[in-house]
């Protein structure tokens, strides 16, 4: 053998075995014992008593009702709480947030709302959603958002990034209403025609897209004319979805009108946000496809409270006016014929942090506070793909799990109190006694 190449063999070998001697030091996981008097099993849609969930590192090791506590492990007990998974939020923007209308359009850039974003994502956190889809933020904000979180450097919820949101010329996605002179810089999420289309799905996944967003429609937060109107035709849709199925993405709809509803669910698409003209052929074609519909049915409330104050364009008013009592309606319709269901809020449309406000008016709008429960716990984590990961109290998910004093299932106002948060088997916010 060349001498030189036995010294290599030799170093090699000591490489290897100081790494396997360092991997032999480390200590086991942590062992940690949360226990509480209930915990709701959403997958089951009942309430185990005397619950007992044990953990291991991050990830829940067993759950069940007065399981033995493992010698040496660290007992959190939450004495008359009641448990559930960390919630989640499959419909947030949180490098936005409400504010005066012209300081936020030509004051602020992405640099501002990066900076933002990473007050948004604790106050997120801590009230009890420890995963969020978030359906669009400018210049891949969302995506730097995620990582920092994932290194944790900052604190926040898991993240899926849509990274720009993708629309037609003039459209929703679109700056309408100002002088053609005015010009923003930066990346733009205008796309027209299939191959453009295309194109910028693929720049965004190289960019770090979790998930896709389309424009299907115009909306309200735009001065387009309209709230429903389609703004890409089917073939564009085909495309758009095809093409983001390709590198294993969902695509999740921006759809209010009742035509952009149903060729988004004849594309393809994973879920409908907002869906709030939806018509009884397009409920039909969301069963078949099995198609999830996200309805922010909260911020209704806070727009037409408050939207005024901020200066927002009179048009954009009188949209929300218009569409608000129907989105509402057409969600109990949606949820009577068995429509499935994810919790979505448009968080960033009003403050964060405010998220479990819409599970009452899902109550009030037609869900049972089991079913409003399981849509932001088991039903959501199914729509993002990540039932594997988070969603319920089970072996093998990650130990995100929150607490309230009172039973959400008897007054679901509860969940706007979240008493303690633990995700991935840290502590984020103990519960006061």
Not at 111 to 132: K, Q, Y
Not at 243 to 265: C, D, L, N, S
Not at 372 to 383: G, K, P
Request: glycine fraction near 12%.
């Amino acid at each position: 053998m060349i001498p030189g190449m036995c010294r290599s063999l030799q170093s090699l070998t000591l490489f290897f075995a100081l790494g396997a001697a360092l991997g032999a030091q480390a200590p086991p996981p942590k062992v940690k014992a949360v226990k509480a008097a209930h915990l709701i099993d959403v997958a089951a849609g009942k309430v185990v008593d005397d619950a007992v969930v044990i953990i291991e590192g991050d990830r829940i090791k067993a759950a069940g009702s007065r399981l033995p506590i493992p010698e040496g492990a660290e007992v959190l007990d939450l004495g008359d709480a009641t448990l559930m998974p960390g919630l989640i939020d499959c419909h947030v923007h949180l490098t936005s947030e409400p504010g005066d209308f012209l300081d936020e359009t030509f004051r602020r850039s992405p640099i501002d709302h990066a900076i933002s974003g990473t007050v948004n994502a604790r106050r997120t956190l801590e009230a009890g959603f420890t995963t969020v889809r978030n359906l669009a933020s400018p210049e891949f904000t969302d995506v730097s958002l995620r990582n920092a979180i994932n290194r944790g450097e900052i604190p926040g919820p898991r993240m899926l990034a849509a990274t720009l949101a993708i629309g037609s010329t003039g459209g929703h996605n679109d700056f309408t209403g100002y002088s053609p002179y005015l010009k923003f810089e930066g990346f733009s999420g205008i796309a027209d025609g299939v191959d453009e289309i295309r194109k910028l799905v693929r720049f965004e996944v190289k960019r770090g897209a979790d998930v896709i967003k389309v424009m299907a429609t115009s909306g309200v937060m735009s001065e387009e004319g309209g709230v429903g109107g389609p703004e890409y035709s089917q073939e564009e849709l085909n495309a758009l979805v095809e093409e983001a199925a390709m590198w294993g993405k969902k695509v999740a709809a921006h759809a209010h009108g009742a035509e952009g509803i149903k060729r988004a669910v004849r594309a393809g698409v994973a879920s409908i946000e907002h869906g709030s003209l939806i018509d009884d052929e397009g409920i039909r074609l969301m069963k078949e496809k099995g198609t999830y519909l996200v309805a922010d049915i909260y911020n209704d409330d806070y727009i037409l409270a408050e939207y005024g104050k901020l200066g927002f364009p009179a048009s954009v008013l009188e949209k929300e006016r218009s569409i608000g009592l129907l989105q509402r309606q057409n969600f109990q319709k949606a949820v009577k014929a068995g429509v499935k269901i994810a919790f979505g809020t448009d968080a960033g449309i009003y403050p964060h942090g405010w998220n479990a406000k819409q599970f009452a008016h899902m109550v009030r709008w037609g869900c049972t506070p089991m079913q409003a429960i399981q849509a932001a716990t088991v039903s959501a984590a199914d729509l993002l793909g990540w039932s594997d990961k988070v969603g319920r109290v089970a072996p093998g998910l990650y130990a995100d799990l929150v607490a309230v004093k009172g039973d959400p299932l008897k007054d679901i106002t509860q969940l706007e109190h979240i008493g303690f948060v633990m995700k991935g088997g840290e502590v984020v916010k103990p519960l006061a006694h």
